[in-house]
């Protein structure tokens, strides 16, 4: 790391709360929506764009103060941002480091985006894995696959 | 190969040897129908029939089916005069029966019904049909049909038609189909109404697949024609645009030896015309629908 972005980092370091790494490029909006975080969000939320990634080229990267993540907000992740690294922050430290991982079933996270299927009218949705990459869903219950694009959360 | 105990929701899932088992009980079943027997291997047995949606003719199929087996029905044909109309959600009333029947028979217009209430209970659940998805007892009784007809599944070539986006016989068929060996499946439908790209996929990896650009009914082995209902397609210039209609002109196109199936009712998709000709074998397939049901039953129950 350069020391120009340490620098940087050390500005917006936050106090309590966790800070989402290696978000794909342009998609640190959209993860917002999908982890619920608004208008109403009381908390400091930094978001980075365009961030040089040793790894990717540019990434995007998410701080969000006062904030800590469900089992079911981490598979929302994993579906925007694969890739994805948790810091969990605590007085200021790293106390937790983690990647993402998309599970194999992803029970409650996202709807089925088929308004005819009985998930949408009563029980809970309930996703497959049936490709990784590029990544599609399949319902467990109306057995339709669908792309990245057509996910609901 | 056992179903024992199992459900019976959807083809994709099914491999050979089960839907080779089922026909082969089928032609069992065939002959003690033939002679209008009642067996009693489900004596003692109760079959819960849970039609959300009306089809008389599967309903009564799978009613019969049971009573020649000697079991019992009970259930609704009409889901207004269920406990349904008053809100009751499928898992409620699946659980409400589970203690007093052996087996559960629904048909539901939401896709995934069947799978939901095989996921409540422990008692096996039949898929009479889930919205556009599946209808795997259609796809037994359209392959015995075809099976009794040609005396083999491998190397045919099966032309289906119409609506195959929202039909679900097409689907639960072709995914049986895929399962034997050098199957071709031929595609003809209008535009809006083709088959699914996933299931495209799908069937890809086991079977040769071809979406054909006009009716030509020339190669094929099997004819399978599906209604399109008016509701599909809204404009109804296009509507106009997208029905067909098979008379004795198109089965002049038609192999010597092909067989022309649907699975009723039909409204105008097959002209009367074409009911005397001795490819058409839509009422047999119908005929059937009994003894392949006492067969997934039995395999089931027994
Ligand atoms: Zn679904």
Redesign the interface.
């Known amino acids: 790391m350069k020391a120009k972005d340490k620098d940087m980092l050390k500005v917006k370091k936050i106090e309590n709360g966790i800070v989402i790494d290696h978000v794909p490029q342009g998609s640190a909006v959209k993860l917002l929506t999908v982890l619920g975080i608004d208008e109403d969000f009381k908390g400091t939320v930094s978001v980075l764009i365009n961030v040089p990634s040793a790894s990717t080229g540019l990434k995007d990267v998410i701080k969000i103060e006062g904030r800590s993540l469900t089992k079911s907000d981490l598979e929302k992740v994993a579906l925007v941002a694969p890739y994805a690294t948790i810091n969990v922050i605590r007085d200021y430290t790293v106390i937790e480091k983690y990647k993402v991982k998309l599970p194999e079933v992803l029970e409650g996270v996202i709807h ?1 985006p ?1 308004p ?4 949408n ?3 809970n949705p309930k996703l497959h894995i049936k490709e990784r990459n590029p990544l ?1 869903l ?8 669908y792309a990245e694009k057509e996910f609901k959360f | 190969m056992s179903l024992k105990g199992s459900d019976f929701i ?1 083809a ?1 899932g099914m491999d050979r040897k089960e839907i080779e088992s089922i026909l082969a009980l089928s032609e069992k079943m065939d002959s003690s129908f033939t002679k209008k027997e009642v067996l009693s291997e489900m004596e003692g047995k109760f079959m819960a029939s849970l039609f959300y949606e009306p089809s008389t003719r599967t309903q009564q199929s799978f009613g019969s089916a049971m009573k020649r087996l000697g079991g019992e029905v009970i259930g609704f044909s009409d889901p207004k005069t269920s406990s349904h109309s008053k809100g009751e ?3 409620d009333t699946i659980k409400a029966l589970e203690a007093q029947v052996d087996l559960f028979v629904i048909r ?6 069947a ?2 209430a095989a996921e409540v209970t422990n008692v096996p659940v039949i898929n009479a049909g ?5 209808h795997p007892s259609q796809a037994m009784l359209d392959l015995y049909t075809i099976k009794k007809e040609k005396k083999k599944i491998d190397g045919l070539t099966v032309l289906m038609i119409g609506d195959l986006k929202y039909g679900r016989t097409v689907h639960s068929l072709s995914y049986a189909l895929s399962k034997f060996d050098d199957v071709k499946l031929q595609y003809y439908s209008p535009p809006q109404l083709k088959m ?1 790209g ?1 299931m495209l ?1 799908d069937l890809r990896n086991d079977c040769k697949v071809e979406e054909l650009s006009s009716l030509d009914v020339s190669k094929a082995d099997v004819v399978y024609a599906t209604r399109i209902q008016k509701e599909r397609i809204e404009d109804p210039e296009e509507y106009k645009r997208a029905v067909y209609r098979i008379d004795n002109e198109v089965m002049e196109k038609m192999k010597k030896d092909a067989m022309l199936m649907h699975p009723l009712p039909r409204v105008d998709e097959i002209a009367v015309e074409a009911d005397l000709d001795s490819r058409a074998k839509y009422f047999e397939q119908e005929r059937n629908g009994v003894p392949v049901r006492m067969a997934i039953i039995s395999s089931i129950l027994k």
């Open positions: 089925c088929n005819n299927c009985i998930s009218k009563e029980g599609k399949q319902c467990n219950f109306c057995e339709k696959v | 959807s994709v959600t499928l898992h539901h217009p939401s896709e995934g019904a799978k939901l889930d919205g556009s998805n599946q699914p996933f996929n």
